[in-house]
C-alpha cells in the first residue's frame, strides 16, 4: 500500500511511520477460515473533545468492477462496469456514539445505546451536517463517501459477494443469522448493532463494512448504473431526491450485506439501522474542493440559529 502519497497536516498524526498491523480472514463457501493473512495500512487520528478520535484509514487508487453480473444480486446493481477510483481516505468504524456526541452536542433517540456502538436513527441531513461540523472544527473536508468509493473500498480488490471471500457468518459479522447465503451453517441473531471493530477487518484495515448499520453516501439514488460516471464521482444527475445506503444491517439477511448490496430512502429521516462513516478528499488544511465535491465550503461557517433551526426542523420529520 502506497502510504505516502499526502504530507500529514497540522491538527492530524499518524499511529506511527508503519502504520497499523491487523489480521485478514478468508472463507471458502462453508463458512470455514481457509486463510489468514497479515496486513498494514497507514491511518490518520483527528483528535476531537473528551479524548474521543476520529481514524481516517489512507484508501489508496485503483480500479473497481462495480455491481454485480447478470445472474447475480439485483437489478439495480448492473450493468456492472469499470469505475477508476482516486486516493482518498475513509472512516476507520461507522461514526460511534461518543464521536457524534463530541463533534455534534445533541443525542439522536438510539434504538442501541453505546459509546462504541455505530450512531443509527440519523438521517442523510444528519450525516452531512456532521461533516459540516467537523470540517468546520478541523479546517478539513469531511464528507459522506461518493457510492463508488464506498464499493472500492469494501472491496478491497476482491471479487467476491463479501470481503471475507464466498460467504461470511455471523463470526464475521452483524447481520440475521437465521439465514444463509451460501452452504456456511446458521449463526445467530443478535437483534442489535454491536460495537465498532469486534469483527475481522478487509485487506484495507476498514472494519464492519458487512451488516451492523446501512451507511448513507452521498450520491443521488438511481435505479441502475446506466450512465453512471466511470471516474467515481458522486452521481447525482438525472435522480430525484432519495439517497444511497451500503453494507447492510443486523436486520437483514446476509444477502443484503454483498459489497454490491444496495438501498435508498428519503434523505430526511433515518431508521433502526442507518449510520454512516466519514471521507476524505484531501488532509489539505482548509481544502474547499473536497467538501460535497464543491457543493460547500470548508471555512463556510453555519450560523448558530441555522443549526438550530436545521436540527428542529429534523426532529419534526421524525
Partial sequence: MDSHFIEVP???????DQGFEFEVVIVNGLGEITERQTHTARQFIEHLDGGVSLEMVVIPGGTLLMGSPAGDGYEDERPQHSVKVSSFLMGKYPVTQEQWE????WIPPYRCRGARRPVDRVSWDDAREFCERLSERTGH???????????????????????????ITTDLADYVGEYIYC????GIYRHETTEVGSF????????????????????????????APADGRVWESGAGSQRVLRGGCWHDPPGLCRSAARLKHIPHEGED????????????????????HNRARVNQR???????ARRIQTWLRR
Fill in 273 to 292: 439501522f442507518f449510520g454512516f462513516r466519514v471521507a476524505l478528499t484531501s488532509l489539505e488544511q482548509n481544502s474547499t474542493s473536497a467538501i460535497w
Fill in 10 to 16: 497540522d491538527g492530524i498524526e499518524a499511529d506511527s
Fill in 102 to 105: 463530541a463533534v455534534m452536542g
Fill in 183 to 186: 452452504s456456511e451453517p446458521k
Fill in 302 to 308: 453555519i450560523h448558530p440559529t441555522r443549526l438550530i
Fill in 141 to 167: 473536508g469531511y464528507r459522506l463517501p461518493g457510492e463508488a468509493e464506498w464499493e472500492y473500498a469494501c472491496r478491497a480488490r476482491t471479487t467476491t459477494p463479501f470481503y471475507f471471500g464466498e460467504t
Fill in 200 to 227: 475481522p477487518p478487509n485487506a484495507l484495515g476498514l472494519y464492519d463494512m458487512h451488516g451492523n448499520v446501512w451507511e448513507w453516501c452521498a450520491d443521488a439514488w438511481h435505479d441502475n448504473y446506466v450512465g
